[in-house]
């Protein structure tokens, strides 16, 4: 059961939002009820924009995890940011509620990617540390130059490539898409790299990135109204 000290939290902000709670808010609390509550208040805040079929996309991100194919493991959700993030922090909870994954990693890309960033986000989450591997570099670096080794990016992907492949089941979350994202550069796994452990979810407000420049396996578009 939840706390009543949660419940109450829960219904000031059902009562801030002007969001009429569910009537099992009176009745009985469960953990499924909690999680629906939850995402009860996300749908609430993203104001009046209408999502059609709302359940339906869940369930199609859903069913696109779940399957264990490595010809179907890229897939892309393509729409305006706030509903992007909202679909992404609902199938995140699914995802961590029904234990699909054995780590979930999530960054952003932006418009200029910034390669060495997204790699160090990506191991900070999945436990690499690439400062104690430049460590190493520089101890076995020749000393008599008077020059410290850097890990370059390559190096890094090369790491991060090998560390991901260590987890049996990991998704990866990029957010927000402006154009062609070289996954092999960054050091993701995936097809036959990493067979059917590793997930990629890939957002963008762009069609065109996700269909064409991209090309993932299967496409979720949200719509505009």
């Known amino acids: 059961m939840i706390p ?4 109450s939290a829960l219904k000031k ?3 801030d939002m ?3 709670l569910p009537w099992w808010c009176n009745v009985g609390w469960k953990k499924q009820e909690w999680d629906g509550l939850d995402e009860c208040f996300a749908a609430a805040d993203l104001g009046n924009m209408y999502i059609p079929n709302m359940d339906k996309v869940k369930e199609q991100i859903m069913d696109a995890l779940r399957v264990r194919d490595q010809g179907e493991n890229i897939f892309g959700l393509c729409g305006p940011n706030k509903r992007v993030d909202y679909f992404v922090e609902t199938t995140i909870r699914r995802a961590e509620r029904d234990r699909l994954f054995q780590n979930i990693v999530t960054t952003t890309v932006t418009e200029k990617p910034d390669i060495t960033k997204i790699q160090t986000e990506i191991g900070d989450a999945i436990g690499l540390n690439f400062d104690d591997k430049r460590d190493l570099a520089e101890s076995n670096c020749c000393m008599c130059f008077g020059n410290n080794k850097r890990i370059t990016t ?6 991060l490539f ?3 492949k260590e987890l049996q089941t990991v998704l990866v979350v990029l957010y927000d898409l402006h154009g062609r994202l070289d996954l092999g550069e960054i050091g993701i796994p995936f097809g036959e790299d990493h067979k059917y452990g590793c997930k990629i979810l890939l957002t963008s ?3 065109k990135v996700l269909s064409e420049q991209t090309k993932v396996h299967k496409l979720i578009q949200l719509s505009e109204t």
């Open 205 to 207: 407000q762009s069609l």
């Open 13 to 15: 902000k059902g009562r």
């Open 154 to 159: 390559a190096e890094r992907a090369r790491l």
């Open 18 to 20: 002007k969001f009429k």
């Open 162 to 164: 090998a560390k991901m």
């Open 4 to 7: 009543r000290s949660k419940i």
